[in-house]
Structures are given as structure tokens and as C-alpha cells.
């Protein structure tokens, strides 16, 4: 059997083609989906809103962009909320220990469609 080798690394531009597909294939069978994340993302990169853009990268193939926010910290909190996003889908990491209360509101970007 072979050796997984997983590297966690920030994104390059050479990943943007398996960022989109990685990002398809995860919303894919979502319900709450309009299946036009991967176009979020690309409007989220243009307008240089992206702070943290992470890969998952195994055995030299993109595989996440990152998917494995449990594991880092993240949680879902009732305090925190944004509209139509259902709560177990709504996660997030404080820094501190404290966290923000009321309604979030998302970039422009998260409007794209294509």
C-alpha cells in the first residue's frame, strides 16, 4: 500500500483549476447550494478578499480547499448567525476564546453567478 503524503499549503495560482473542481465536487449534492461556489471563490480571490486560502494537497494533487474546519477549531455557535445558512453549516474559529453575537453579512463576491 502507499504512502499518503499530505501537505497543507497556501494556494498558488497554478491551483485555481482544481480549487473550482474540488469546490464543485463539495457542494455538489448540497441542498442549500446554487452550485455557484467556485465563482464565490474566484470573487472572493479578484477582489483580494480571501485572507486564508488553503490547500489540501495529497500525493501532489489538490484534494480540499481547506475541508476539515472541525478538526482546526471551528464550531457552530447560536450567537452567530447569517441568514439562509442553516447553523451546521455556519462554522466559526476564535482566536481569543470570545466570540462576535448578531448577523453576518458576506462580501459582495459571494453574489457572483459566473
Known sequence: MAKLELLI?????DDHPAISE???????????SNHTEHYIV?????????TVSLVAEVNGRVVGHPQYYRQFGFENIDELS????????????S????????????????????
Open 22 to 32: 474540488v469546490t464543485c465536487v463539495a457542494f455538489e449534492k448540497m441542498e442549500i
Open 95 to 114: 482566536f481569543d476564546g470570545t466570540f462576535p453575537q448578531g448577523f453576518v453579512f458576506f462580501h459582495e463576491g459571494f453574489k457572483a453567478t459566473c
Open 82 to 93: 447569517h441568514e439562509g445558512v442553516p447553523p451546521e453549516v455556519f462554522s466559526v474559529l
Open 42 to 50: 474566484d470573487a472572493l480571490r479578484s477582489a483580494n478578499a480571501l
Open 9 to 13: 499549503r497556501d494556494e498558488t495560482s
